[in-house]
T-cell receptor, first 116, second 117 residues
Framework: AQKITQTQPGMFVQEKEAVTLDCTYDTSDPSYGLFWYKQPSSGEMIFLIYQGSYDQQNATEGRYSLNFQKARKSANLVISASQLGDSAMYFCAMRERTGGSYIPTFGRGTSLIVHP | NAGVTQTPKFQVLKTGQSMTLQCAQDMNHEYMSWYRQDPGMGLRLIHYSVGAGITDQGEVPNGYNVSRSTTEDFPLRLLSAAPSQTSVYFC????????????????FGQGTRLTVV
C-alpha cells in the first residue's frame, strides 16, 4: 500500500485563481512530518512547506498553505493567486520513524499547469 | 553557497558498465540519501546514510552500492548497469532531527540524468 497518495496526475488552473493539490497519507506513527516540494521543468526540487503531526495550526508560507486534516490523514496544498511560474510537478512527502531513522516517502506527484 | 552538488549531470552507459555518481554537500548535514525518479513513480529511495560510516537500504537498493567515508560525500555506485536503471538520480541532504526536530527539509542536488543502452 502506498504511504503517500496523490490522486491527481494533472491539474489545470487559470492564472490568479486558487488551486488545491490533494495528498493523503498512511502511517501508524503518532510523530511524523509532511512536506511539499515543487519541481519545475528545469528539474530541481524546491521545498515549499512543512506540517508537523503535532502542529495545531495549518502551515502557511506566502501563497502556499497546507490544509491539514489529521483525522482524515490528508495534507492538501493550497496555492492562492496562481502564477504562470507555478506550473510544475508537485510532490507530497511524509517523514516517519522507520527502524530508528526518519525516512521520507514521496508521492507520485501532481502536474500543475497554470493557464494565462 | 554550493549546497548539494551532483556530478555528472548527464551520463550514457552501455549495459554492463559500472560507474559512480558523485554527491557532495558543504552544509555539514548528517543525513544524505539517493533517490531515483521515474515517470509516474515519484521519487523512490535507493540508499541513505545517517552519518559517516553508516548506510542503509531504501525502497529500491538492488544494483546500487553506497559508502559514506566522510560527512561531505555520498557516492552511488552502479556495479553493472542495466537498462532498468535509466532514470534521473537525485542526491539529498539534511540536518539531523536530533538538532532540529522533524522540521528539517531536504536539500536536493540538481540531478543526474542516466541512460543505459
Amino acid at each position: 500500500a502506498q504511504k503517500i497518495t496523490q490522486t491527481q496526475p494533472g491539474m489545470f488552473v487559470q492564472e490568479k485563481e486558487a488551486v488545491t493539490l490533494d495528498c493523503t497519507y498512511d502511517t501508524s506513527d503518532p510523530s511524523y512530518g509532511l512536506f511539499w516540494y515543487k519541481q519545475p521543468s528545469s528539474g530541481e526540487m524546491i521545498f515549499l512547506i512543512y506540517q508537523g503531526s503535532y502542529d495545531q495550526q495549518n502551515a502557511t508560507e506566502g501563497r502556499y498553505s497546507l490544509n491539514f486534516q489529521k483525522a482524515r490523514k490528508s495534507a492538501n496544498l493550497v496555492i492562492s493567486a496562481s502564477q504562470l511560474g507555478d506550473s510544475a510537478m508537485y510532490f507530497c512527502a511524509m517523514r516517519e520513524r522507520t527502524g530508528g531513522s526518519y525516512i521520507p516517502t514521496f508521492g507520485r506527484g501532481t502536474s500543475l499547469i497554470v493557464h494565462p | 553557497n554550493a549546497g548539494v552538488t551532483q556530478t555528472p549531470k548527464f551520463q550514457v552507459l552501455k549495459t554492463g558498465q559500472s560507474m559512480t555518481l558523485q554527491c557532495a554537500q558543504d552544509m555539514n548535514h548528517e543525513y544524505m540519501s539517493w533517490y531515483r525518479q521515474d515517470p509516474g513513480m515519484g521519487l523512490r529511495l535507493i540508499h541513505y546514510s545517517v552519518g559517516a560510516g553508516i548506510t542503509d537500504q531504501g525502497e529500491v537498493p538492488n544494483g546500487y552500492n553506497v559508502s559514506r567515508s566522510t560527512t561531505e560525500d555520498f557516492p552511488l555506485r552502479l556495479l553493472s548497469a542495466a537498462p532498468s536503471q535509466t532514470s534521473v538520480y537525485f542526491c539529498a541532504s539534511r540536518k539531523s532531527q536530533r538538532d532540529t526536530g522533524l522540521n528539517t527539509e531536504a536539500f536536493f542536488g540538481q540531478g543526474t540524468r542516466l541512460t543505459v543502452v
